[in-house]
């Protein structure tokens, strides 16, 4: 079955620093969506990408989808405490196929 | 707020146990998702249904059931509860059947503890 996994599980950052994970998905993606948790919450949806290549940013976010269709990154430029949680990509591979959610990377900022 | 409720909030109880868990998705969704999230884990994908029909399966055990009734809201069923069932229950709703790019607006979650 679809596979999807993000690397790196945790990442510990100093507040001001930049921070990036990346999703890799074993099959073609349809669409990608990203996911933000914050500890003790629930997941909050960011953004979706639906076009090969595609770069969207919201703020000091920026979000990527892969030309092929099989990996996304987002990158969080100058990191901030309110940054906190737990991010998730999430991948569908069209017609009727469950959605599948990363594993997750866990964000630390250190003030 | 999403939008999306889920009773109860917290749940404690024991092994061999039987317990519901219910959801209320967002004003106009049809679809509803459950997952869940052990300690320090990802989301495991459940079950979804859309419209009061089943749509997709991921892992979920034969102790679990699940059903989605005429007014959308859903249910669902843990059995025979074990240690290990202790987690966060989410539910989450979309407009669609999820076929298509579609948000999924999660519920605040049910943390269950089985003792």
């Known amino acids: 079955g679809q596979q999807v996994m993000q690397i790196p599980q945790y990442q510990h950052v100093q507040e001001g620093e930049d921070f990036t994970t990346y999703c890799n998905s074993s099959t073609t993606l349809s669409n990608i969506q990203w996911y933000k948790q914050r500890p003790g919450g629930h997941p909050v949806f960011l953004i979706q990408l639906v076009k090969s290549g595609e770069v969207k940013k919201q703020k000091r976010l920026t979000f990527q989808f892969g030309e092929a269709k099989k990996n996304s990154s987002l990158h969080i430029t100058a990191t901030q405490t309110t940054d906190v949680g737990t991010y998730f990509c999430?991948?569908?591979?069209?017609?009727?196929?469950?959605?599948?959610f990363g594993t997750g990377t866990k964000l630390q900022v250190i003030p | 707020d999403s939008g999306v409720t889920q009773t109860p909030k917290h749940l404690i109880t024991a092994t061999g146990q039987r317990v519901t868990l219910r959801c209320s998705p967002r004003s106009g969704d049809l679809s509803v998702y459950w997952y869940q999230q052990s300690l320090d884990q990802g989301l495991q994908f459940l079950i979804q249904y859309y419209n009061g029909e089943e749509r997709a399966k991921g892992n979920i055990l034969e102790r679990f059931s699940a059903q989605q009734f005429p007014d959308l809201h859903s249910e669902l069923n843990l059995s025979s509860l074990e240690l290990g069932d202790s987690a966060l229950y989410f539910c989450?709703?979309?407009?669609?059947?999820?076929?298509?790019?579609?948000?999924?607006?999660f519920g605040p979650g049910t943390r269950l503890l089985v003792l």
């Open positions: 999430a991948g569908n591979s069209g017609g009727y196929q469950k959605v599948t």
């Open positions: 989450a709703s979309s407009v669609g059947a999820g076929g298509g790019p579609e948000t999924q607006y």
